[in-house]
């Protein structure tokens, strides 16, 4: 009885684990962001999706485990001569994900090494074909051409590329030098271009005051003199109406309207002479009592034209 036991023991054991050995290969567990494709022996038949699975035990095997999911490729630096013969180092980096697990198992060994080095033979031979300054200033066109070139090549791979980008662009040290003094003398030159502008901007503005300012003094002169005119009009109107005032007195025998003008006269002529820078001297008349009459006889013709309005006298006959 023992003896039996001792022998079905470790047969027991071998079975347990042939049996999980088993189960194992015939139950697949394939995890999210992976694909199995599936060998029948040596063969490949399917490929399986995320989730659980069920082999056919002895029969069928998992062949390549391949991930799906996007994946990034560093583009070593290489020396590139650009097609004026400036050798710049230029690196990149490319974004990848696989479409067809079976294509990119079966169709090409090594997936990675073969994108890398694809993503350097086409990097070299863009930016060979363009100048240094087209290099620099056109980045974007550098990409876009690199990942039309790059994803032709490896649709046939099962491998779809995403984008594809220039991480850096050294030129030789003398270039940079060259460039940033080309750089300093655009600069100086946009500047004195914008101070001449400035400059001519103010001479315009400066101009077009004085032509306001002259304009506004004629219109001020103009005004100034219209005024003026006015009032020499106004003035010779009220002239004009004492002498006629004066002429009907005298025409009515009133000694005192002649008085006035001759009073008038003599005193402007007095106000004259006495003005005079050459006069040292003022002598005045002798007989003041008849300039004083005068006057009078002035004051007295005023009262009279207050009090009564003189009538126009009839024309006389020549």
């Known amino acids: 009885m023992l003896q039996s036991i001792s022998i079905f023991g470790p047969v027991t054991l071998v079975i347990v684990v042939l049996g999980i050995m088993l189960l ?7 995890p999210q962001g992976y694909e199995f494709t ?4 040596g063969r490949y038949t399917r490929t399986l999706k995320p989730g659980i699975a069920f082999l056919t035990p002895f029969v069928e095997a998992v062949g390549r485990r391949v991930n799906m999911m996007e994946r990034v490729f560093d583009v070593p630096q290489q020396d590139v001569i650009t ?3 400036v050798n710049v180092k230029v690196d990149g980096i490319v974004f990848t994900q696989v479409i067809d697990a079976a294509l990119a198992a079966y169709r090409v060994d090594n997936l990675d090494n073969a994108i890398t080095q694809l993503a350097m033979t086409n990097l070299r031979t863009v930016v060979g074909a363009m ?3 087209e290099v620099l200033s056109q980045r974007d066109a550098i ?3 690199l990942l039309n070139v790059i994803d032709h090549a490896t649709s046939p791979w099962g491998v779809k590329v995403n984008r594809i980008e220039i991480k850096d662009l050294k030129p ?5 030098d060259s460039m940033a003094r080309q750089m300093k003398a655009e600069r100086e030159r946009r500047a004195l271009i914008i101070e001449a502008d400035g400059e001519k901007q103010a001479a315009v503005a400066r101009a077009e005051g004085q032509k306001q300012a002259a304009v506004l003094e004629a219109e001020g002169r103009k005004e100034a003199a219209f005024r003026d005119a006015e009032a020499r009009e106004r003035s010779a109107e009220a002239e004009a109406r004492a002498t006629d005032m004066v ?3 005298i025409s009515k025998g009133d000694v005192n309207a002649i008085n006035y ?6 005193v402007e002529a007095f106000g004259k002479f006495a003005d005079s820078n050459n006069t040292k001297t003022l002598i005045l008349p002798a007989d003041m009592s008849s300039l004083a009459g005068t006057i009078g006889g002035i004051s007295e013709l005023i009262k009279s034209v207050a009090t009564d309005p003189v009538k126009p006298a009839p024309a006389r006959k020549a």
């Open 261 to 266: 003008f001759v009073a008038q006269k003599y």
């Open 24 to 30: 194992f290969s015939i139950i697949k567990i394939v």
């Open 131 to 133: 100048e240094l300054d």
């Open 83 to 85: 097609k004026d013969n």
């Open 247 to 249: 002429s009907q007195a």
């Open 38 to 41: 599936i060998e029948n022996f």
């Open 143 to 145: 990409n876009s051409r």
């Open 172 to 176: 030789p040290h003398d270039i940079t």
